[in-house]
């Protein structure tokens, strides 16, 4: 028989093995209390939503003057992009793209016309244009804090410096004094930054005047606010986004563009085979899109003009040109309209994802 010594000693050891375990229980569920990894986040969050986003869906060309590789699926998929991966199961996607195929056939011949490829395009553009509204609201929101409809440019560059990792209230007092932010210095300034972040803010500082409408104050609308993150919402802003692209790639600064510059290799050495064959892929595509598309007239130069025309995603002879693109690329037997079959046989094309045995009872799952 235990012993009363021994049975206190059972007890206490098995408080402490509880307590040890509670102890656990609680440390695993109460979130981490590190405030430089959750300010890290937050910071991520809010760049991400007033940040101008590098990448525009349905737009040709991205910023920096290169073209926008997933320009086909976007305006193909439209908000449907997403569902197709490489890693979803081949039969599900196939069907998706069957059900695809039946909306944009509107006659219902079987067969998809430029027409109705380019009816279709619109849509999705049109989809993306509304996706970029939605996401604005809840931007817009996040750097108008008072609510009243309107955001300063100091309100902005607070928040911008804020989700830089700048402590907002610093900057805060400072812009409300008027003092000088020092921010790219690395000597122990009272901001101390090196990355590049001043230079950042005079950029979107000349693209905020620009989406300023007349008169210009300085202070930006939700509608405004649309424009300066996604410049393809607003005539005005796409003609800025096509200066600055033309900026960067004029060479002789007559602020057009001939075959030669259009094409000039992104700065880099070529090192290998592999980079060889990339830079003349990068040579080939331009060239081919200077040449049958973006010069319109044919003169072997293209002017804002031309270029603005090109980057608009809401013009319908741009849309009929890319219908009849997208067409050629699988329209197998020439006859100018895609059937059901070339287009599951070209699904990477059309949805950046293979479909393996694309034939296999299309007939009976259709």
Known sequence: MMSKQAFICSLGSLYLSLLFVFLLMDVYARPANNSSLKEKAVDSKDENGILPPDHLNGVKMEMDGHFNKEFHQEVFLGKEMEEFDEDSEPRRNRRKLMVIFSKVDINRDKKISAQEMQRWIMEKTEEHFQEAVEENKLHFRAVDPDGDGHVSWDEYKIKFLASKGFNEKEVAEKVKNNEELKIDEENGGELPRADGTQEVLDNLKDRWYQADNPPADLLLNEEEFLSFLHPEHSRGMLKFMVKEIVRDLDQDGDKKLTLSEFISLPVGTVENQQAQDIDDDWVKDRKKEFEEVID????????????????????????????????AV???????????EEILKYSEYFTGSKLMDYARNVHEEF
């Open 296 to 327: 319109a007239n044919h003169d072997g130069i293209v002017t804002m003009e031309e270029l603005e025309e090109y980057m608009d995603p809401m013009n319908e002879y741009n849309a009929l040109n890319e219908a009849k693109q997208m067409i």
């Open 330 to 340: 699988a329209d197998e037997n020439q006859n100018h309209h895609l059937e059901l």
